[in-house]
């Protein structure tokens, strides 16, 4: 059976420091067992920032606040299921997020669906999104409250395209 943990390490030594074990992650969560079916924001789904480690643990589960040094959970921010990146910039935390994170059609991978790729080898019902698209929010949150300062509204965004500098989103 699937195993999945956060981990930390001592950055000098690699001695590990805490593990902290979670569900609802890896190829079952998002319902096909290949290796090169990993979404593509699965990089995106965690931060770390001083004291702090804001993590997804679970695919579709909301960000979780741990502390860095024990891997303690200090809260869950309940109004960000669904979400598939996070960005931390000056104390805001932004995540993108979704209505519904699809469950793919049987043998495609996220990669061939989101790409939209199409080919010979690849059958139409694979590049065909498996929810239509919309119902996707930035919102952004205060990190040492949870308060949620705004969300925007967007038929669709690009996965891997959140980004913030200067104030601008």
Known sequence: PDR?????????????????PFSGWGPGAWD???????????????????????????????????????GQLMRVLDQTGNTEEIVWVDGILLVRQRKEIPNYPPGATAWNVQVRRS???????????????????????????????????EQRIVTLSLAALDGRV
């Open 32 to 70: 096909n067992a290949k290796h090169w079916s990993t979404p593509v924001s699965q990089p995106r789904r965690l931060v770390a920032v001083g004291e702090r480690v804001y993590v997804t643990l679970g695919y579709r589960a909301p960000v979780s606040v741990l502390d860095a040094r024990t």
């Open 119 to 153: 080919g010979k080898k690849i059958p139409a019902e694979w590049t065909r999104l498996p929810t239509p698209p919309g119902g996707e929010t930035i919102a952004a949150i205060q990190t040492d409250t949870g308060e949620v300062l705004w969300r925007w509204p």
């Open 4 to 20: 999945w943990a956060v981990l930390a390490r001592d950055g000098f030594s690699g001695v590990l420091l805490w593990r902290r």
